[in-house]
């Protein structure tokens, strides 16, 4: 690809955060530009792969977090010393 603004373009038009008008505009760049098509099918696919991955906190940094909440008291129940 030529320029980044291309990927920024194809970004926001697989995450749908173009307007109608762009949105055309870049289906029409697409069949076009072979370049343009094929970075659309990289990203295309690397969203895929992404959506794929579950992320989830470890037990450990779970048990830290409640074991710290546990020990915190509200705001509004904390004493102000003179």
């Not at 008008?21 to 029409?28: L, M, Y």
């Amino acid at each position: 690809m030529k320029n980044d603004a291309g990927k920024d373009d194809i970004l926001r038009f697989i995450y749908d955060e173009m307007t109608p008008e762009e949105a055309g505009e870049i289906k029409v760049r697409l069949q076009i530009d072979p370049e343009l098509r094929e970075a659309h099918e990289e990203i295309k696919e690397v969203q895929q792969e992404l959506d794929k991955l579950r992320c989830s906190p470890s037990d450990g940094l779970l048990s830290s977090i409640m074991r710290y909440a546990r020990q915190s008291k509200p705001a509004d129940q904390q004493t102000v010393s003179k």
